[in-house]
């Protein structure tokens, strides 16, 4: 946690695949994420259906053509959406205490192959999510496993942007 906590920012391209009951296939979209150090996180898709999430602090812009142009709420306007985001914002902040107000933590491995499980402490975050594994390296996060209640789940495979020479 305290290496990811020394990463003030990062950017990342994105392979997610989600499944869900009411599926016929899963779902791959692609894109790109961006983190600064504490509160803000941008995941912008790009394909199949371009979209824009964007968390500053405790507000969230979402804009998506498919869903009807942008709309702006909190994350405390509804405790599902406030147990996920923290789940990601709290792993990238290396901010261990956020993550113990919504999840019991257990993290295994070590600083060159590290997991993290989150389990959610709520009944209401329990009703949405089973379970969020994040898997890295140092201070980087490679996957993020996302298992709903519903039993839909979410591959996100993460590959940070290098400048290069």
Same mark, same amino acid.
Request: hydrophobic share 35%; net charge negative.
């Given at each position: ?33 961006? =983190?600064?150090?504490?509160? =803000? ?5 790009? $394909? ?39 789940? @990601? ?18 993290? $295994? ?22 379970? @969020? ?9 490679? @996957? ?22």
């Amino acid at each position: 946690m305290q290496s990811l906590a020394q990463t003030r920012s990062a950017s990342a391209d994105f392979t997610e695949r989600q499944t869900s009951p009411v599926l016929s296939a899963p779902l791959i979209s692609t894109g790109t994420l961006t =983190y600064t150090a504490p509160f =803000y996180l941008r995941k912008t898709t790009a $394909s199949p259906t371009p979209e824009d999430f964007v968390l500053d602090h405790d507000k969230i812009t979402l804009t998506s053509s498919q869903a009807g142009g942008t709309r702006v709420f909190t994350v405390n306007q509804d405790p599902r959406i406030a147990g996920l985001v923290e789940g @990601i914002r709290g792993t990238l902040a290396g901010d261990l205490p956020a993550l113990e107000t919504f999840f019991n933590v257990s993290l $295994s491995g070590n600083v060159t192959n590290w997991q993290l499980q989150l389990l959610p402490k709520t009944p209401a975050l329990a009703r949405f999510l089973r379970s @969020i594994t994040i898997n890295g390296h140092q201070n980087d996060i490679d @996957i993020i496993d996302t298992a709903g209640a519903d039993g839909g789940d979410s591959r996100m495979s993460i590959r940070p942007i290098t400048d290069a020479p």
